[in-house]
């Protein structure tokens, strides 16, 4: 125990100095550094004999605060519950959406070409019907005919209607 305080106790400034180097938090620092002295203490009789133990102590300081950095990167900021605002305390659950995306996915693959280019045009491209026309060479007529079509036939096969008899299907009712 004496070797530990005689080697160990006069680097505990530059540790501190160090951690808040790497951490830029004061307290973190400090923390990183107890966590540090503890596993020196812990494992002291695994040092090499030989070797100088500045570098292993600073070593295993370094190895924590990697951990530490990676951990807080994945857990995201750390914000007091007091400072929190009530938009960051609960989510809506994103499975649902993703049901909800994966439904209308296999919906529109269901729906004839000549349909489904029309609404995907329309719809999601925000092609005007005009545009639409020009751009699949019919006449507007047809891409408003063809467009009503598609949306009723996709409401149907969203609510369950014509999936029920296809055995295939893994389209459901989500209300």
């Given at each position: 125990?004496?070797?530990?305080?005689?080697?160990?106790?006069?680097?505990?400034?530059?540790?501190?100095?160090?951690?808040?180097?790497?951490?830029h938090d004061a307290t973190g620092a400090d923390d990183l550094v107890q966590d540090c002295l503890e596993r020196v203490?812990?494992?002291?009789?695994?040092?090499?004999?030989?070797?100088?133990?500045?570098?292993?102590?600073?070593?295993?300081?370094?190895?924590?605060?990697?951990?530490?950095?990676?951990?807080?990167?994945?857990?995201?900021?750390?914000?007091?519950?007091?400072?929190?605002?009530?938009?960051?305390?609960?989510?809506?659950?994103?499975?649902?959406?993703?049901?909800?995306?994966?439904?209308?996915?296999?919906?529109?693959?269901?729906?004839?070409?000549?349909?489904?280019?029309?609404?995907?045009?329309?719809?999601?491209?925000?092609?005007?019907?005009?545009?639409?026309?020009?751009?699949l060479s019919i006449p507007i007529g047809t891409v408003m005919s063809r467009l009503a079509r598609a949306r009723e036939?996709?409401?149907?096969?969203?609510?369950?209607?014509?999936?029920?008899?296809?055995?295939?299907?893994?389209?459901?009712?989500?209300?």
């Open positions: 125990m004496n070797d530990i305080l005689r080697l160990v106790e006069p680097l505990i400034p530059a540790l501190r100095r160090y951690a808040r180097a790497l951490l203490i812990s494992h002291w009789h695994q040092r090499r004999r030989d070797g100088d133990p500045r570098t292993w102590v600073f070593a295993i300081l370094h190895n924590l605060a990697i951990n530490r950095l990676r951990q807080s990167a994945r857990r995201g900021v750390h914000v007091p519950l007091e400072d929190a605002e009530e938009a960051m305390l609960s989510r809506p659950p994103a499975q649902e959406d993703a049901l909800i995306r994966r439904d209308i996915v296999a919906a529109l693959a269901l729906l004839p070409e000549e349909q489904r280019s029309v609404l995907l045009l329309v719809s999601v491209e925000d092609l005007s019907y005009a545009q639409a026309a020009e751009v036939r996709l409401r149907h096969l969203l609510e369950g209607e014509g999936a029920a008899a296809r055995p295939d299907s893994h389209l459901r009712r989500i209300k």
